[in-house]
């Protein structure tokens, strides 16, 4: 078997209008055209002996186990290709179901489609399920750590490409509220919408994020001068450049205990609280050292850390954060018990995933080291030991939902200082032993405002309800009745699409609106040639979409473009189809009117 030709679908296309993302290969079965599964011996069990979930997949006989029977009683390899291309998918963790496997005219070659999730991970599949099935018919084998090395391979393709879980919210929010989107090539941004209408998201940056509010919440310091000016209460502090500062600067906040942190650090990176003696204060220092020149000596607060989540001036979620911990069971140690926890599936590096695996670092050893415990330590039943100084999820924090308990004069705190610091979106940080208490009656402190805050914490916390934050992100970008899309008219035909696309441009423009539209000798915005040119293509259509001045979209949309990687929306307004005749047959295994029509329908 060898693979004549791969293409990457990723809009409406011939194969399907609700399964845009699609691997269409081109397989040539060779020697095996005419020797189907059930004249292979041993094919049907060595396949079922490496891929046994197999067994899930249905296909035409309708019932699981379905598609291995057809290989039992004989099914062609581009079949079978399309199944273990679907399976290699699923196992990696992009659960794909949709497959279709057709003839072309040329005895032998076939072509096979199949759904992706992520492109390079579905262009990796398609090498390796004819990889995989070649080898079962050669030698009735395929080594267990070649398919090991499959599925890492696509995991890695599906983990690089993820979306963080908070640009993964919006996107899915943006899904149910029907409003379009498109990832742009840079800077893992997001475009929200059509054209005019368009808004644009980076995790939980806005378009209507001010850049002075972002500068100003990273800058911990000026953040805290600003709210203490307007009366919120803000931890006692101050900042040294220089360890000779250090003795001065504790007594200036009053004496120990105390906290060190990075004046712009971030995610808990070089902080230590709750300092007691001048060396620990010494360590602390220089481990803030390392993160940021400047380095915030604060009073240190007792209380439990919360995070508030404020979006358009309104408090949508308050989560209370745990520091990174384990809790005994009366047998394991320390270190099991890390082991144990870090099991859970939905911990992960960084920020990939829920929840984020605990490392043992500084902190963890001085925690340790202030109890008279090592990793060896056996813990009694239900005995918690913190791991980590700081509530942060990104060093293994977990986080309990208190939105529904939060006082009604924190809320109006919280929405206050958004308001003041100026961000659209804030994640405010409180540290107060009791949160259903105004902070001011309880010596509570607002600790920081992050911009960019994440929504995982919020989205699926540990404990408690799970709140759709996303939803009040997107209801901000498009206000209740703001349009998300343009009209888009979509032209297609075998003769006229040009001029008819021409002909509804200009009636467009007598409305005065700006008119996009692409043809086969270019793209227009409004009077202007954009680009010459045959641009009849998804790309073309995406130029259009992505601008932010168009108002109206009308989009020659060729055959060519349609076949190589299908439509560039995922619907249209108006869908013209001219007329349908015998032209350029056989290309693009388009062999019959028929097609053709299907084609463009
Ligand atoms: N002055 C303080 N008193 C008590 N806890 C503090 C203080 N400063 C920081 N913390 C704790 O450390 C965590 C991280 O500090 P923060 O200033 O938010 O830095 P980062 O930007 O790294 O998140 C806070 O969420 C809080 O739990
Ligand atoms: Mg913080």
């Not at 893992?188 to 054209?195: C, E, F, H």
Request: charged content about 25%; overall charge negative.
């Amino acid at each position: 078997m060898r693979i004549l030709k791969t293409q990457t679908l990723r809009g409406p296309n011939y194969w399907s209008i609700r399964h845009p993302n699609l691997i269409l290969m081109r397989l040539d079965l060779e020697d095996l055209a005419d020797r189907p599964s059930d004249q292979l011996p041993g094919f049907y069990e060595a396949l079922a002996d490496t891929l046994p979930s197999l067994i899930e997949h249905f296909c035409s006989p309708g019932h699981r186990g379905g598609f291995l029977s057809r290989v039992r009683q004989g099914t062609y390899m581009g079949h079978i290709v399309e199944h273990v291309a679907l399976e290699l998918q699923t196992l990696a963790g992009m659960p794909v179901g949709f497959g279709r496997t057709r003839g072309t005219v040329e005895p032998g070659v076939y072509q096979v489609v199949f759904e992706y999730q992520n492109e390079q991970a579905g262009r990796y599949a398609a090498r390796a399920a004819v990889r995989l099935c070649n080898s079962l018919v050669e030698t009735g084998h395929y080594a267990k750590a070649e398919l090991e090395q499959d599925l890492a391979d696509l995991e890695d393709f599906r983990l690089d490409a993820a979306l963080g879980p908070s640009t993964e919210a919006i996107v899915r929010a943006a899904e149910s509220k029907d409003i379009p989107w498109l990832q742009l090539p840079t800077r893992a941004m997001i475009q929200l919408g059509y054209g005019r209408y368009q808004q644009r998201v980076q995790a939980t940056l806005s378009s209507k994020t001010s850049i002075l509010a972002v500068e100003l919440a990273s800058d911990k310091e000026g953040t805290k001068q600003i709210l203490r000016d307007a009366g919120v209460p803000v931890p006692r502090g101050t900042v040294v450049y220089y360890l000779d500062e250090l003795e001065e600067a504790i007594n200036a906040v009053g004496g120990y205990p105390i906290v060190v942190k990075p004046l712009d650090g971030n995610h808990g990176r070089g902080i230590t609280i709750d300092i007691n003696t001048y060396k620990v204060a010494e360590e602390a220092y220089e481990a803030a050292k390392d993160v940021s020149n400047g380095v915030i000596i604060e009073r240190f607060y007792r209380g439990r850390d919360h995070r508030v989540l404020v979006v358009d001036g309104r408090v949508v979620a308050v989560a209370e954060r745990v520091p990174a911990h384990v809790v005994g069971d009366g047998q394991s140690t320390i270190e099991q018990l890390i082991e144990i926890t870090n099991q859970d599936p939905r911990r992960g590096e960084g920020h990939d995933n829920l929840l984020t695996r605990i490392e043992v670092d500084r902190t963890t050893w001085q925690l340790l080291e202030r109890k008279g415990y090592t990793l060896d330590t056996v813990l009694s039943k239900g005995e918690v030991c913190y791991l980590r100084a700081t509530a942060n999820l990104s060093t293994g924090g977990i986080a309990i939902d208190r939105t529904d308990d939060i006082h009604p004069d924190n809320v109006w705190l919280c929405q206050r200082i958004a308001k003041t610091i100026g961000l659209d979106i804030a994640g405010i940080d409180v540290v107060t032993t009791d949160i259903t208490k105004p902070i001011r009656q309880v010596d509570g402190v607002i600790v920081e405002v992050n911009a960019a805050p994440g929504l995982r914490m919020h989205i699926c916390p540990s404990q408690g309800i799970a709140r759709n934050v996303a939803e009040p992100i997107l209801a901000m970008l498009f206000a209740p009745g703001t349009p998300a899309r343009i009209p888009v008219i979509a032209i297609t035909g075998t003769n006229g699409k040009t001029t008819t696309t021409r002909l509804t441009a200009h009636i467009f423009r007598q409305t005065g609106q700006v008119v996009g539209y692409t043809t086969t000798d270019g793209i227009y915005i409004g009077d202007n040639l954009v680009e010459p040119g045959d641009t009849t293509g998804p790309q073309s259509a995406q130029v259009i979409l992505q601008d932010p001045t168009v108002e109206v979209a009308v989009l020659e949309t060729a055959r060519g473009g349609i076949l190589r990687s299908g439509l560039a929306f995922k619907d249209c307004d108006i869908g013209v189809v001219l007329n349908v005749a015998a032209d350029h047959l056989g290309l693009g295994d388009i062999e019959t009117v028929d097609d053709l029509a299907h084609l463009k329908a």
